[in-house]
Each structure stands twice: as structure tokens, then as C-alpha cells.
């Protein structure tokens, strides 16, 4: 019994989930909400989800880029308009919402969402109100 309870508070305690997000998994929850993230507890971008694996992503009172994502090899990979290359996350889903590792990064990078809506992403710069 005691065993039962030390896995019951191990997965339902912060930190990682077993596994990670698949990509239809981060496309169902995803799908028409803008997400907030933050890193340390500071906001660090939000990023709207559109139809057909489309975003928007803008950094804190940054402009706006348009870009993709896809399934990588488990990962979720972002490509943006304002630079070709990839940039790789595994996401996982924990009680308070997306937590996201950078693939590649020694610092081991880590977001975590803190808000999300079914409002558009509000744009600084040329592509205000997107």
C-alpha cells in the first residue's frame, strides 16, 4: 500500500510527466488558444495556434513572426518566417498546464505555460491585430 501512495505522489507532484506529449496530443490542446509561457516565473512569449499546424509566436513586447510546427522524432519542432531553423521542444501536460524542454540546450531551457486564452495574439510593431 505504501507503495501505492509513494507512485501516486511522484506522478501527481510537480516536475515532469512520464511521458512526452505526442503531436496529436499538443495539437488537441493546443488548437485555437494563445498560450502565455514563462521562464523562472517571468514571461517570456506567447504563441497563438491556428489551423493546419500554423502559429504566431511573439516574444514579451516583441513583433510578431508566423511560423509551423511538426513532429520531429517525439518532439515538437518550430519553424519561423524570421529564421529557418528549427527549434525543437518536448512537451509534457502537468496539472497547471504545458511545460516544454528545449532540445539541444546544455541550460536545459524550460518554459512553462501561464495563462492561455481564445484571444487573438496582440501584436507590437507592423502586425498589429493579427
Known sequence: MRG???AALLIGSPGWAAEP?????????TL???LSYAIGGQIYGAEQYLSGRRVIWAFKG?????????DEGGQICFVYEHDGAPQCWTFYRQ?????????????????????QSRTILICAGPDVGV
Do not use: N
Not at 506529449?21 to 490542446?29: G, S
Open 95 to 115: 496539472p497547471d498546464g504545458l511545460r516544454a524542454r528545449f532540445e539541444g540546450d546544455p541550460a536545459g531551457t524550460e518554459l512553462s505555460e501561464v495563462e
Open 21 to 29: 506529449m505526442t503531436a496529436e496530443e499538443f495539437d488537441a490542446y
Open 62 to 70: 516583441q513583433e510578431c513572426t508566423r511560423g509551423i510546427w511538426y
Open 4 to 6: 501505492i501512495w509513494l
Open 32 to 34: 485555437g488558444k494563445t
